[in-house]
């Protein structure tokens, strides 16, 4: 059975003290959680040792926000796989519209990405999905489509049990802007059929697919509703313990 998740994305927000207080306050308010509920959040480079002895003993995984396409060497800036893990990272976020809009990240890159975070040990939060441009087409489904066939049918059914997919419209990120419970679901579906077709119906009825873009304690609970959105990428809302929680509540 897939798992419920929610995943906090903190994008270059918080200082080191700001960050640990928020995963204190986390852990916290996740005592009040329902069981089946997998908390994650990802905060900064600088933040994940300490965020990771302050979610110690706790249920909340770390996660990274990128990771490099490079093993090790020579590559000034950049963080390998290994040294999340070594930082006490479970996770990695990959492929944020943040990341190919503003830093180049191409499908062909993060293959590399996916490849090196799942053999370090990571699990990968995979993210896809389509701008604003490209809805209007009526292209979203072609976008999505291919993002998932470019990166992850270059991996093997083994592999899919350490990826999870975020669906989000990039029209719908930090804008205020959700896309409907319905405009998601038929995205998720669609998603979730294309794995079906390369790796077969339990590979993809057991994969987790997230949805992200503005994603809140109001509309949560309509969107995790949809029989085929198993949980949030959270970014805005994942900055206060209050609501992450009540998003996590919404199951
Ligand atoms: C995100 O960036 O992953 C995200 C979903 O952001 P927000 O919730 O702020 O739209």
């Not at 110690?56 to 000034?76: F, I, P, R, W």
């Not at 290994?82 to 479970?90: P, R, T």
């Not at 976020?93 to 890159?109: A, C, F, M, N, P």
């Not at 293959?111 to 604003?132: F, P």
Request: aromatic fraction near 6%.
């Amino acid at each position: 059975m897939r798992k419920h998740i929610v995943a906090g994305n903190w994008k270059m927000n918080t200082t080191v003290p700001e960050g640990v207080a928020l995963a204190k306050a986390v852990v916290e308010a996740s005592k009040n959680l329902p069981e089946g509920v997998e908390l994650v959040v990802a905060p900064p480079f600088t933040h994940l040792v300490p965020v990771a002895q302050a979610l110690e003993g706790s249920k909340v995984q770390l996660s990274a926000q990128n990771c490099a396409d490079k093993e090790s060497g020579a590559y000034t800036g950049e963080v390998a796989a290994d040294m999340l893990v070594s930082a006490g990272c479970g996770l990695t976020i990959l492929g944020h519209s943040e990341r190919r809009q503003y830093y180049g990240e191409t499908d062909e890159k993060l293959v590399e990405k996916v490849r090196l975070a799942l053999g370090a040990g990571l699990k990968v939060i995979l993210c896809v999905g389509e701008n604003l441009d490209q809805r209007e087409a009526g292209q979203h489904f072609d976008v999505v489509k291919s993002q998932i066939e470019n990166v992850l049918f270059n991996f093997t059914a083994e592999d899919m049990k350490n990826i999870i997919v975020a669906y989000e419209p990039v029209w719908a990120i930090g804008t205020g802007k959700t896309a409907t419970a319905e405009q998601a679901e038929e995205i998720h579906a669609c998603i979730r059929k294309v794995l079906a077709g390369k790796f077969g119906a339990q590979v993809a009825d057991d994969t987790s697919i997230l949805y992200g873009g503005s994603c809140k304690p109001s509309n949560a609970k309509e969107l995790f509703a949809q029989s085929d959105i198993d949980g949030g990428l959270i970014g805005g809302a994942a900055l206060k313990a209050d609501s992450f929680i009540q998003i996590a509540q919404s199951f």
